[in-house]
């Protein structure tokens, strides 16, 4: 997988997230991001059941 930003709009939380994308940067190859990566995804199993 890719670790990415992605900057938009929320249209949608139910029954899934959907976001109307403006702008996407991959943040894979950067190691400081790339040690964070897990604990985001921690963070987000928290915040979206």
């Not at 949608?12 to 894979?28: F, G, N, V, Y």
């Amino acid at each position: 997988g890719k670790y990415v930003m992605v900057m938009g709009v929320l249209r949608s939380c139910s029954p899934e997230p959907i976001l109307r994308a403006i702008k996407m940067t991959d943040l894979s190859e950067n190691p400081v991001h790339k040690n964070m990566w897990s604990l985001e995804v921690e963070d987000l199993h928290r915040v979206i059941p």
